[in-house]
């Protein structure tokens, strides 16, 4: 029973992800595709823990915590960047002297 219930919960995250791939691709603003992008990231993390428990290994828990490393500083990248416009600056600012 266990067994089905997470091969469902797989499905329903797998489903999840392809809604928010179509959101990120037909997204009607950038914020839009961010958030996109990052709900994504947390559905792949979550899919990865789930199947870590569905195959009772501890093999994947580097992966889940670099998904979501990743997903965090894509996330505040993208965000820096809808805000400025830029994500890295050159450095030269005169405030600092």
Known sequence: MIHFILMLSITIMAL??????WRLVKGPSLP??????DTIGINLLA?????????????FI?????IGILSFIGTTAFARYIEKGVVLENGNDQDYR
């Open 47 to 59: 899919m990865v823990a789930v199947l870590s428990v569905f195959l009772q290994t501890q093999a």
């Open 62 to 66: 580097e992966i889940i915590l670099l």
């Open 16 to 21: 999840a992800i392809g809604v928010c791939a």
């Open 32 to 37: 839009d595709r961010v958030a996109a992008l």
